[in-house]
T-cell receptor, first 111, second 113 residues
Framework: EDQVTQSPEALRLQEGESSSLNCSYT??????LFWYRQDPGKGPEFLFTLYSAGEEKEKERLKATLTKKESFLHITAPKPEDSATYLC????????????FGTGTSLTVIP | DTGVSQDPRHKITKRGQNVTFRCDPI?????LYWYRQTLGQGPEFLTY????????KSRLLSDRFSAERPKGSFSTLEIQRTEQGDSAMYLC???????????FGQGTRLTVV
């Protein structure tokens, strides 16, 4: 059964303090790994898609990387506006079209 | 705004009543998904459409839930005889046929009292 585990559950950072979020996954075959940002009371906002081990994507202060078993979302010099819940999801190329989501990491950046 | 649109944004209903939610996907997106999310959890898959065909449905989905996508455009999700456990955020997402990432709407927050 496909599984996605995110850690830590919650993270508090000082503004400018870089850190990484982890997403461990188990799939039969990886079609894609996705990172989303979700603000309270809103739908998830798409950030990145990664397809194969070794791939990296960047957007502003965020950088996502992928290995065969996990993905990291690196946040460099975060700002308070980066505070949100970050969700990781996978799509299995064998099982079907649905996305399996983790429970997310709640990030708080303190000014 | 050309994003995924969901209506209503909030719905309060009494236990036992039926409710229906609407999702308008991004124009020309063939794939449409419904997800449910409760507080502190990630979105949980409910069902998937490719054009008007409902191709996948969660094994956990009660038969009180039904979804349609007539003519492959907008979609509706109906919950019959609502229960307190149905209280959640209901999310709709859409995706072009030959792309993998999905784009979510702002969700419909359902509260069953």
């Amino acid at each position: 059964e496909d599984q996605v585990t995110q850690s830590p559950e919650a993270l508090r950072l000082q503004e400018g303090e870089s850190s990484s979020l982890n997403c461990s996954y188990t799939v039969s075959g990886l079609r894609g790994l996705f990172w989303y940002r979700q603000d309270p009371g809103k739908g998830p906002e798409f950030l990145f898609t990664l397809y194969s081990a070794g791939e990296e994507k960047e957007k502003e202060r965020l950088k996502a990387t992928l290995t065969k078993k996990e993905s990291f979302l690196h946040i460099t010099a975060p700002k308070p506006e980066d505070s949100a819940t970050y969700l990781c999801a996978v799509q299995d190329s064998v099982i079907g079209n649905q996305f399996y989501f983790g429970t997310g990491t709640s990030l708080t950046v303190i000014p | 705004d050309t994003g995924v649109s969901q209506d209503p944004r909030h719905k309060i209903t009494k236990r036992g009543q039926n409710v229906t939610f609407r999702c308008d996907p991004i124009s020309e997106h063939n794939r449409l998904y419904w997800y449910r999310q409760t507080l502190g959890q990630g979105p949980e898959f409910l069902t998937y459409f490719q054009n008007e065909a409902q191709l996948e449905k969660s094994r956990l989905l009660s038969d009180r839930f039904s979804a349609e996508r007539p003519k492959g455009s907008f979609s509706t999700l109906e919950i019959q005889r609502t229960e307190q456990g149905d209280s959640a955020m209901y999310l709709c997402a859409s995706s072009p046929l030959f792309h993998t990432e999905a784009f979510f709407g702002q969700g419909t927050r359902l509260t069953v009292v």
